[in-house]
Structures are given as C-alpha cells and as structure tokens.
C-alpha cells in the first residue's frame, strides 16, 4: 500500500520568497515520486520526478525536489516564487508503470 | 505529440441519467488511465488499461461504472444512474511502459455536475 501526506492545504509566499511544500510517503516497495501542478480548470502537468536515479531532482520551471528515504520525504523547492507559481500542487507516489496515489495538494499563493 | 485530449470538459446532467466520456490518449502510449478528483482532494485512481485490457479496477469503481478501451486507442468511461456524488472532475492518463520515464501524462479532464 502507498500513501502521501502533503501537510497544511494552502502555503501563502511573497514574490522573491522561498517556496518549500513539503510531501512525506509510505510505500511498501520502492517509491517513484512525482510532483504535478494544477492550474484552475485544468489537468495536471509534471514538474519533476525521482525514478531511483539522483536523489536531487531538478524539473521544470526552476523547481527541484530532494528524495530522503531516511525522512519517506521529498519535498519542493523553489529559490524565488513568482507570481506564476500560484496553483495547486500536488505530490504522488507510485511504482514502475503503475497507478499513482495522491495527496491532497496544496495551494500555493504568491503574494506582490 | 497532441497531448491527451477529453471530451467533453463539461457535461451537466440530472441525476439518474446516464453518461459517457471520451479519452484520447498519447498515440503511441499504451496505458491508460482513469482518476476522478473532487473539490480540494487529490485525483484518485479508477482503473487503467494496458492496451484494451482492463488490468485493475479501484474499489471506487462501483457496479454503476464501466470503461472500455476497445481498440488499444481511446477510451469512454460510462456512468448508469447518476448520482450527486458521483459529481467530480474525470482525468485520464496516459504513458508509455516501454521506457524509463514512468512519466502519466494527463488530459484536461471532464468536469461532472450532477443536479
């Protein structure tokens, strides 16, 4: 079984700011973890994602994610918000070519 | 690469009726699959086809629900007898088993209301 606890439901940043939404997993068997973005109305678009390969990832849009298998976390980092960044976001988990499970996701609000 | 594409977006309907969504998936991808999210949860897994065969089927997926890959290619999930709760963003996803990306590409989904 695999679950995904991504913890507070709404993060609020200032434009420049740190972003870190943190994500924490269960898995029974080695984990692929994914973090998707979803903008209102719309499907999900992948931001980065750890296959067993680098524990360090970098994805899209200046966005990276730091696999610890000591923690069961991985959470997502972004250097300086912009007000782009707003929407939500959520984190899986899954295995090789299986279904993934979700978190609840996070809202993610940049402030001017 | 077209992405995946569903149709409709938008389907209201009342309760008790009968509906049907469309999923297009990546073209040379062989798996499909279905989740449904509902306001500020995360989508949750409905079931997935590798090629037309239905390989797995959630536990959410009650006797009211059907979905069929005939083809290998597009995919149609069907609701009988709507009802309230079954209101809910329909996704569908797509990837390739063939590489080492492991990577579900999702379509814009079919938002359900249900009166």
């Known amino acids: 079984a695999q679950s995904v606890t991504q913890l507070g439901s709404h993060v609020s940043v200032s434009e420049g700011a740190l972003v870190l939404l943190r994500c924490n997993y269960s898995?029974?068997?080695?984990?692929?973890l994914f973090w998707y973005v979803q903008y209102p109305n719309q499907g999900l678009q992948l931001l980065l994602k750890?296959?067993?390969?680098?524990?360090l990832v970098k994805g899209i849009n200046g966005f990276e994610a730091e696999f610890k298998k000591s923690e069961t976390s991985f959470h997502l980092t972004k250097p300086s918000a912009h007000m782009s960044d707003a929407a939500e976001y959520f984190c899986?988990?899954?295995?090789?070519?299986?279904?993934?499970?979700f978190g609840k996701g996070i809202t993610l609000s940049v402030r001017p | 690469d077209t992405g995946v594409s569903q149709d409709p977006r938008h389907k209201i309907t009342k309760r008790g009726q009968n509906v049907t969504f469309r999923c297009d998936p990546i073209s040379e991808h062989n798996r499909l699959y279905w989740y449904r999210q509902t306001l500020g949860q995360g989508p949750e897994f409905l079931t997935y086809f590798q090629n037309e065969a239905q390989l797995e089927k959630s536990r959410l997926l009650s006797d009211r629900f059907s979905a069929e890959r005939p083809k290998g290619s597009f995919s149609t999930l069907e609701i009988q007898r709507t009802e309230q709760g079954d209101s809910a963003m329909y996704l569908c996803a797509s990837s390739f088993t063939g590489g080492s990306s492991y990577e579900q590409y999702f379509g814009p989904g079919t938002r359900l209301t249900v009166t």
């Open positions: 899986a988990v899954g295995g090789a070519n299986s279904k993934l499970t």
């Open positions: 898995s029974s068997v080695p984990p692929y």
């Open positions: 750890y296959t067993s390969a680098a524990t």
